[in-house]
């Protein structure tokens, strides 16, 4: 009973949010989070007090996500509004007239770096356009920004689904800093080894089999251009592979393509149209310039910011009676702590979570730069609120539920889930384990949500069966990044966006196959390839 009880919450949580007429995340993850507090508090007799402390302590960690969505929409909502965004879809547009050079550009190298900086769907949602835009047609635009959008995404908006989707193990001392760090290295290689295949199924969405060995040659130096700094980049760093690495691929696809290098020539129909200058093209990169050097400035640890933004030291400390102690650090880092007399707490680090900085002063920097009026600029943010109102909930849900879960130690319900799954599969749950973080991105719309959900359920199930913990947590997140090709969240949003109606099933039945085979990789890569690269 406690097993199906310890199940039964997250099954029924993907069946509402696949069954006909299925409910949005918003709505299924709190209904999923009070089920599961009633069978704390009726079935396993769980404390009442520990219960309170813990759903007060997830409204409080639901600020880092949230304020990090906000950032990210606001800043994309700056340059749709600015003018930015058009800039770059001519320039891109113009670079060559070679479709095959459009769709790398722009699907991957140019959403790769989007994904780095936003995340939280936004490549799609800014690529997918701008495609259209340049003649593709939507439906297939529209699988391919999903199938793309996949190995950036664990470091995706400066690697919010691996520092914050296994910070929770991290703040419940379950793995250390290092280890989170490895995870990063793991999903890196399996990512990378990925890219070689998974980009050239998405081209092959859109154009024919012969256009690709045409221009094999570009396709593999903008995969490698984006692919070798990101794998790179993670062996010391999980913030900043995607958005780094996205950079340095799209400057050099753009290059590449400019000279023509490894593609096949085509006729240039709409040369001059929609030209742009080289100084309209600087200041559109302007915002994303500098959003990439306050991070670059605010995470290099032999920089003083960095420390500066983390320091703990009380400055400012009282106490809120039964409720808790509020602290606020020198670095502004606001904590309540002894949640209703227990060890549970929360914090928020208003200055290093990418939130404020970079994107909300990178938007503000750039107000005057891009002359947007007042009455424009007070529309950006009010947008940008109302847009954050549903995932605010659905991360409220999904942060009560998980933490609901890891209560009772070695009888908690993640823990009872490992256990069964560390007796189903044995030692072979390293070949599931990327489809269950799958499952996760599918019914959450995140990588992040995925990692919070599931993370603490395959450490349980990696310590029960002797596998390595970093290993099968790199599969968590390379499964939750994958996962993101059939997630309804995403489908939604990218078909409303370009107009699509009707063609949700159509788009999973394309986009489950280099999904499949996507966790086929990573299973080959965790069995075999891993151990060669790393000590686990």
């Known amino acids: 009973m406690a097993l199906f009880l310890s199940i039964f919450p997250i099954v029924l949580l993907i069946y509402l949010m696949v069954k006909r007429n299925a409910l949005p995340s918003y709505i299924a993850l709190p209904i999923i989070a009070a089920l599961v507090l009633v069978i704390q508090l009726f079935y396993f007799g769980s404390d009442f007090t520990l219960v309170a402390a813990n759903v007060v302590s997830s409204l409080g960690d639901v600020l880092t996500p949230i304020t990090v969505i906000f950032g990210a929409i606001l800043f994309n909502r700056f340059s749709e509004v600015s003018g930015a965004t058009d800039v770059l879809r001519k320039w891109l547009g113009n670079i060559n007239p070679n479709p095959v050079a459009q769709l790398m550009i722009i699907g991957w190298a140019f959403a790769f770096m989007i994904e780095g900086a936003s995340g939280f769907g936004t490549p799609a949602a800014i690529a997918a356009p701008i495609l259209v835009g340049l003649g593709f047609k939507p439906l297939q635009v529209a699988m391919l920004a999903l199938v793309m959008n996949s190995v950036p995404v664990s470091f995706g908006a400066v690697g919010t689904p691996t520092w914050f989707g296994f910070g929770g193990l991290l703040k419940d001392g379950l793995i250390s800093d290092d280890q989170i760090l490895q995870v990063g290295q793991i999903t890196a290689l399996i990512h990378s080894l990925a890219a070689i295949v998974i980009p050239v199924m998405a081209l092959r969405l859109i154009v024919s089999g012969k256009e690709i060995r045409d ?284 107009g699509i109606v009707n063609a949700e099933g159509t788009i999973i039945k394309k986009t489950v196959v280099p999904m499949v085979v996507y966790g086929i990789i990573t299973a080959v890569a965790a069995l075999f390839i891993v151990p060669i690269f790393y000590t686990l």
């Open 215 to 498: 221009n094999i040659v570009f396709i593999f130096i903008s995969i490698f251009a984006c692919v070798v700094p990101y794998f790179i980049i993670a062996q010391f760093n999980y913030e900043f592979p995607s958005l780094v690495a996205g950079a340095i691929g799209l400057l050099i696809s753009v290059f590449v393509a400019n000279k023509g290098i490894g593609l096949a020539k085509v006729e240039n129909t709409l040369e001059g149209k929609d030209s742009v200058t080289t100084a309209q093209v600087a200041k559109a990169l302007f915002p994303t310039a500098l959003l990439v050097g306050i991070l670059i400035i605010t995470r290099i640890k032999q920089l003083p910011l960095k420390a500066m933004l983390n320091d703990a030291t009380a400055w400012i400390s009282s106490s809120l009676g039964s409720f808790g102690n509020f602290e606020i650090s020198n670095g502004l880092i606001f904590s309540l702590k002894n949640i209703f007399g227990t060890t549970v707490g929360t914090s928020y680090k208003l200055l290093y979570v990418p939130a404020l900085i970079p994107f909300v002063v990178a938007v503000l920097i750039s107000i005057p730069v891009f002359a947007v009026s007042g009455s424009k600029v007070k529309d950006i943010f009010a947008t940008s609120a109302k847009q954050v109102q549903k995932p605010f909930i659905a991360l409220v849900g999904a942060l009560i539920m998980v933490s609901l879960m890891k209560i009772g130690g070695d009888n908690s319900m993640v823990k009872i889930i490992g256990t069964s799954f560390a007796q189903a599969t044995g030692e072979y749950w390293t070949v599931f384990s990327s489809f269950l973080g799958a499952v996760g991105a599918f019914f959450s719309g995140s990588n992040t949500v995925s990692n919070l959900t599931f993370g603490s359920v395959q450490l349980a199930t990696a310590q029960a069966t002797g596998i390595s913990s970093t290993l099968i947590l790199a599969t968590q997140s390379v499964g939750g990044a994958m996962g993101n090709m059939v997630c309804i969240n995403n489908i939604v949003a990218v078909c409303s966006v370009l």
